[in-house]
């Protein structure tokens, strides 16, 4: 049986670390972590993500732009992410409006990080079916 997710890997280019920490643990704001001793000299680096754990490992010769392969962070607040973003120059994929896929009950959008990693930014819209209950009831 499996229980759960363990973590997550994806790869940059081998000595990109500096870049990858630069996106990863100032940009997203995701603390690294300790690779065991015996991985260190393997390249990359790990960051905690809630109760997983995202793996950053080095490999080259990959063509991240042609894959559909990616992250989606669920966020509380995707207009905030989508200006810090903006603000430090970073590209959408599809202009704001413009998701060529609609998720039913979900806004979001999708960059790529420095070594072309698709990476999905995903809130949860309001349930529109729930009543809206009176301004003036009691709880």
């Known amino acids: 049986m499996i229980r759960r997710l363990h973590h997550i890997q994806i790869t940059i280019p081998k000595g990109e670390e500096a870049a990858g920490r630069a996106f990863y643990c100032d940009l997203l704001g995701l603390p690294e972590v300790p690779k065991p001793p015996s991985l260190r000299g393997r ?3 790990w960051v905690q993500l809630g109760d997983l ?5 080095t490999e080259d010769g990959i063509d991240r732009a042609a894959s559909k392969a990616h992250l989606a962070y669920e966020v509380a607040d995707l207009g905030a992410w989508r200006a810090r973003f903006a603000a430090q120059g970073v590209a959408f994929e599809f ?7 609609p998720i039913p009950g979900h806004a979001r959008f999708q960059i790529r990080d420095p070594f072309g990693n698709r990476v999905e930014f995903i809130q949860p819209l309001p349930d529109a079916t729930q009543p809206t209950p009176p301004e003036d009831s009691q709880p």
């Open 43 to 45: 390249g990359g680096f």
């Open 95 to 101: 202009p704001e409006g413009h998701d060529p896929i």
């Open 53 to 57: 754990q995202l793996h950053i490992g």
